[in-house]
């Protein structure tokens, strides 16, 4: 069982590129959700879907996109890299309300 | 704003002793709390949990009380031993919510 998988662990872009961060969960979790760790701030909410075909903004949403055609598959996608997007991005699932959320092993992304 | 705050960003402990985590949140919609614990370059892993109509829930050698009037929880670790040296994260959602709020975190180093 592989839980919440995240691909790649490392990238590093150009200011201006774009690019798709990789998440997948083989828990047949409905929720899922990408948030974004920066130092003293914690972990910030940047996207989450509750179903296929259902998505939605969380507190900083500007500057990436995501979709949710599958139960299983959920990427963010980088419109156009900024420094600012600079920062560390966790993907995670949750099987429903009160219930604990798994998290995958986090994408490490630089943006020069 | 943000509504869990965890107001020490670290904490020093010997091992054997009792390492004390405090967390405060603002909203009170929120009804379920959890723990988390993060080692460096992984992802966040879940410790522990407790639902609004409890005052406290222990698993092992870690125990998390809520004090809903003062909207304040805190978890503590007995004994404290080497591997619990790590960033631990508290987080709420709110009543029919599946959204987490995450504090800033606090950084706990063991001592021997």
């Known amino acids: 069982n592989a839980g919440v998988t995240q691909t790649p662990k490392f990238q590093v872009l150009k200011t201006g590129q774009s690019m798709t961060l990789q998440c997948a969960q083989d828990?047949?979790?409905?929720?899922m959700s990408w948030y974004r760790q920066d130092p003293g701030m914690g972990l910030r909410l940047i996207h989450y879907?509750?179903?296929?075909?259902?998505?939605d903004q969380g507190e900083v949403p500007n500057g990436y996109n995501v979709s949710r055609s599958t139960t299983e598959d959920f990427p963010l996608r980088l419109l156009s890299a900024a420094p600012s997007q600079t920062s560390v991005y966790f993907c995670?699932?949750?099987?429903?309300?009160?219930?604990?959320?798994?998290f995958g092993q986090g994408t490490r992304l630089t943006v020069v | 704003d943000q509504q869990v705050k965890q107001n020490s960003p670290s904490l020093s402990v010997q091992e054997g002793r009792i390492s004390i985590l405090n967390c405060d949140y603002t909203?009170?919609?929120?009804?379920?709390f959890l723990w988390y614990k993060k080692y460096p370059a992984e992802g966040p892993t879940f410790l522990i949990s407790?639902?609004?109509?409890?005052d406290k829930n222990e698993d092992g050698r870690f125990t998390v009380f809520l004090n809903k009037s003062a909207k304040h929880l805190s978890l503590h670790i007995v004994p404290s031993q080497p591997g619990d040296s790590a960033v631990y994260f508290c987080?709420?959602?709110?009543?029919?919510?599946?959204?987490?709020?995450f504090g800033a975190g606090t950084t706990v180093t063991v001592r021997a």
């Open positions: 828990m047949n979790h409905e929720y």
């Open positions: 879907s509750v179903g296929a075909g259902i998505t």
């Open positions: 909203n009170s919609m929120f009804d379920y």
């Open positions: 407790i639902s609004s109509i409890k």
């Open positions: 995670a699932s949750r099987r429903g309300l009160n219930t604990e959320a798994f």
């Open positions: 987080a709420a959602s709110a009543i029919n919510d599946y959204k987490l709020s």
